[in-house]
């Protein structure tokens, strides 16, 4: 089988690294992969082609600023993704993240609707069914029609007009009649909103993201990295995220969490960014971002406690992580991490409600409140959260997708 992957990234991001992994397993496997990402380094990976030049992402984006549309530039990369499907000529197509300014997305997916190329298709946002937003949060107008969008100066941006409405009906159009689509979503949350959009009648899977389990994220000795790192006695709460202080992400509750608290606990923040120069409590302790995944699961292991002050996650990536090294999670119900962590291995509290978030932390340490063992923790990822079990997942659904596209040929 001949599978071609999109995304806006290769290797890094949470995406990037799914697509890796699949397109590695695929090839595996015995089959055919193809990866055309978007943005990030050039890769030198036979199975990987950037289609998007550094200038064109620049030019769209500053283009989504302008006019308020986002999705209808990128014309030479867009070119080179649909030749090079032509060239390829796969047997499925495995769409991710194709916002991110570099694409022309409604000419892509014309295009696989007109050559009746079978899509697995994997939101791991809520982009394709509103009119720009990636979360939605508490707005409901998707479930109808976007319009007067409340967050226009939110990614991606627009500095003047709303054209919510025209970008909801362009992807609602061009959804229709594209039956050869089979959307997957990471988390049940996120499937039960896409069944309340335009995209009802789909058909669509629940496919939970996977991780490398064995060489990457297991448990180290948590102990012994805390004497050398110089933590040694100290109760360790760790916030995990690209860009820890972007609003969504929610870096500053962690701050104003770690206040309240003694010198007895420290708190480790990865993934602050140079530009962020906030004052830190003194028990605060921020590190940079890293793409060393081995250094990140260090710092799961040596952990007490894993804390997620998102506002909204489809599905939460660094909680299956830390749960892969043994370490529990609390933190804001953000949406899917209930369902990826539920109770016993996770615990939740209403989104900003940091009186609550307090007391489950203390109850935490002062064990008044039930939690699995570490050992247990460890246990429930490999059952459910491995890689090879989300490719085994994927390689049926595009086994299914390949033989629905013969089906229809042959009644044409």
């Known amino acids: 089988m001949k599978v071609l992957l999109v995304d806006v990234n290769f290797k890094n991001s949470s995406t990037g690294k799914i697509v890796k992994d699949l397109a590695d397993m695929l090839v595996g496997h015995g089959h055919e992969a193809l990866v055309c990402y978007g943005r990030g380094p050039e890769d030198q990976s036979t199975i990987a082609i950037r289609i998007s030049s550094l200038w064109e992402v620049c030019v769209h984006a500053i283009l989504t600023r302008l006019t308020g549309l986002t999705g209808f530039f990128s ?12 060239l390829f000529s796969p047997d499925v197509v495995h769409l991710h993240e194709l916002h991110g300014y570099y694409l022309n997305i409604g000419q892509v997916v014309r295009f696989l609707k007109k050559r009746s190329i079978p899509v697995v298709w994997t939101f791991h946002c809520e982009f394709m069914y509103t009119g720009k937003c990636g979360y939605a949060y508490e707005c409901d107008r998707w479930k109808t029609e976007c319009h007067s969008c409340p967050q ?5 941006s627009s500095l003047f007009f709303d054209f919510t409405r025209y970008m909801f009906n362009d992807k609602k159009s061009m959804f229709y009649g594209f039956d050869l689509l089979h959307v997957v979503t990471p988390s049940s949350w996120l499937l039960d909103r896409v069944e309340l959009s335009f995209l009802s009648s789909t058909k669509k899977s629940v496919v939970y993201n996977g991780i490398d389990l064995d060489t990457v994220f297991y448990p180290r000795d948590g102990e012994l990295l805390r004497q ?15 860009n820890i202080f972007d609003p969504r992400k929610g870096g500053i509750w962690v701050l104003e969490l770690a206040k309240r608290f003694s010198d007895e606990f420290i708190f480790i923040l990865v ?9 830190l409590p003194a028990n605060v302790i921020a590190i940079g971002q890293t793409r060393n995944q081995h250094e990140l699961a260090d710092y799961y292991s040596m952990a007490d406690l894993f804390l997620l002050t998102s506002e909204k996650e489809t599905f939460s990536l660094v909680t299956v992580e830390s749960l892969a090294c043994g370490t529990p999670v609390v933190g804001f119900d953000a949406g ?8 016993g291995y996770g615990r939740f509290v209403n989104y900003s409600d940091l009186d609550a978030l307090e007391k489950l932390v203390r109850d935490f340490f002062d064990k008044s409140i039930f939690f699995n063992s570490r050992d247990d923790c460890r246990k429930f990822a490999v059952e459910r959260y491995s890689n090879i079990s989300m490719y085994k997942s994927y390689q049926n659904i595009y086994a299914h997708s390949a033989a629905s596209r013969a089906l229809t040929l042959r009644f044409e």
């Open 228 to 242: 050398q790192k110089g933590y040694g006695g100290k109760k360790v709460v760790l916030s995990i995220a690209p």
């Open 152 to 156: 226009l100066n939110a990614y991606p």
């Open 336 to 343: 899917a991490p209930t369902e990826v962590a539920p109770s």
């Open 271 to 279: 993934g602050v960014t140079n530009e962020v120069s906030i004052e």
């Open 75 to 86: 014309y030479f990369a867009t070119r080179r993704l649909i030749k090079t499907i032509e």
